[in-house]
DNA sequence: AAAATGTTTTTTCCCGATAAAAGACATTAC
DNA sequence: GTAATGTCTTTTATCGGGAAAAAACATTTT
């Protein structure tokens, strides 16, 4: 077995939640755009479902016959890359614990143990690599250099100068450009969340992510925006896994988010400043009191 | 064949010219830590020498008999390894004109061309993908960003941000830090190689790298230290590409690292913004001008 | 007993092969 | 004649295998 074919049976669980919307599937190259994949998997995906009896396919005649049951649906975990179940497994052994920086990573352990051919596990390897977490020794193994405090300085010293350049662009942007409608968006979404809080307060990461990429766009630098996908991964895996005070943390971001949002709306760079500075004052002190390692003591 | 034994060649070579030097090799692992190779590669290396008679070696004598010829060389192109040979076709073809932004990179074609297998074309292309000009499209082929005025535009954005971040902290580290001595150390370099500007001045290139990693390392953040690796990789095929005013370009450079260093040890933080200013000016206007495309007309 | 050498095991690096997925070309339908 | 479908080709993703190199273990030497 060479590849699996998750592509396919993801893209075959999106389209069967498109089937209970319409009566009958537009085209294939259509469908292709719409699922993010190519015609010859689209063609995987329509035989499938003529053989399940979900449709009756014939050229261009694509006709719903049933609605979807849970049954036919394929099970989410053969759904992943191998790249998301490597990164998963391996984020794992990191946090939970045994995990001393200067510790030695074995690709061919990792691999047996994931149940992964090593080249996957090197290829994750070296793409994880530009995180700053681990760090290659030539013509031998990684060394994991662990997620500490002095990690997580460097992290939002990066963050804090990149957000505070990309916010003064922001303000800066003409009043035609289409930022201006996505804040106006991500700023209605704040306003739901903030009301929901007490059921929804998870959904914040995902919200919380929105936003600053937004921000950071306005850089209109590769680098900068590029960086944020550190910021991303590691806030993922901090969310997963602290949990302490998840409710409190993500109302007074809210507000925070709320209160950067109009100072960007004023297009007053004083203001934005301050409150991009408050706010990220406040997420560094968050990923500071997450990691327990390190915490010295305050004279 | 699986892997190429350059490891061993190149060893090897470095060996022969510690032969020179002394009548007897040192120990094993000695010499393991010498060349930067396991005990395996240096038993490899003691081998060879004995049966091409350059040494005899019995248990812990290794007494030289004869001076190396330049026969008993490696041929330095079996020395480099796969990523260098890797690296340098595929910037040739990017810089040696046909590389349009926007276009498709194969990695079979790639690895046909260059006669390597696809695993170390796909690696190479994920190690290379930080720097910016490239990108992945997911399942599909990589596409080209190109080498731009706007990417040269957005790396020295990061750059000057970064080292004068960097060179701010450096004033502010201890007497007693190392780094003084390295500081002084390359100042007298940057002396000799002004008063040989006249013959030596391709040796600028690798001067200048080691003063400006010594300035970001000031800054003890991984990030801004991992970043100087994209400017030094741009600089470096950049020195080879635009040989134009070479000579007066590197003569200039090399006056204001003096008058940078000389800022450096005031220990003064305006003096200090201003030469790094002023040097991070002159040699972005030196990158942009080598980039033919996107000379826009001035008014 | 500390450090070297001798020997064996493990890991990294890299290739070729193969199924999945994308892409290109040919043909048909509207 | 444009846009779809049908068919064929190419490329990507991934594995297993094997040589190079590292690392671990055993034995000898000083």
């Known amino acids: ?58 050229k ?15 099970p989410e975990e053969e759904t992943d890359t191998l790249a998301e179940i490597i990164e998963r497994s391996f984020m794992r052994r990191l946090l939970a614990g045994g995990a001393e920086a200067g510790m030695q ?28 977490l681990i760090e ?19 992290l939002t010293e990066i963050r804090e100068m990149f957000e505070l350049r990309s916010a003064a662009a922001f303000v800066a942007l003409p009043p035609d450009s289409p ?11 704040h306003h739901v969340l903030a009301g929901e809080i007490a059921t929804r307060f998870n959904a914040f990461s995902e919200l919380d992510e929105r936003f ?5 766009s306005a850089s209109r630098n590769r680098f900068i925006v590029d960086f944020y996908d550190v910021i991303a991964m590691i806030f993922h895996y901090h969310y997963q896994w602290n949990k302490a005070q998840e409710r ?5 971001a809210i507000g925070e988010h709320l209160v950067y949002i109009a100072a ?5 760079p004083g203001k934005v400043d301050a409150a991009c500075r408050k706010h990220l004052k406040s997420a560094r002190q968050t990923l500071l009191s997450s990691i327990p390692e390190g915490r010295q003591p305050q004279p």
């Open 136 to 154: 290659k020794r030539r013509n031998s193994h990684w060394v994991l250099k662990g997620f500490t405090r002095a990690f997580a300085l460097e």
């Open 1 to 58: 077995m060479s590849k699996s074919n998750n592509v396919y049976k993801d893209a075959y669980n999106r389209c069967l939640r498109l089937l209970g919307e319409t009566r009958n599937l537009p085209s294939e190259p259509e469908l292709g755009t719409l699922l993010g994949v190519s015609r010859t998997t689209v063609r995987s995906i329509l035989t499938r479902m003529e053989e399940t009896g979900l449709i009756a396919w014939a």
């Open 212 to 216: 600053h990429r937004l921000i950071h």
């Open 264 to 268: 960007l709306k004023s297009r007053d």
């Open 60 to 74: 261009r005649s694509k006709t719903v016959l049933r609605d979807p049951t849970p049954e036919d649906f394929f």
């Open 179 to 189: 930022v201006w409608a996505d804040l106006e968006r991500l700023e209605a979404e």
């Open 248 to 252: 409190e943390r993500n109302e007074v």
């Open 105 to 132: 990573i074995n690709e061919l352990e990792l691999a047996r143990e994931i149940g992964v051919g090593t080249t996957s596990v090197r290829e994750f390897l070296i793409r994880f690599s530009r995180f700053g």
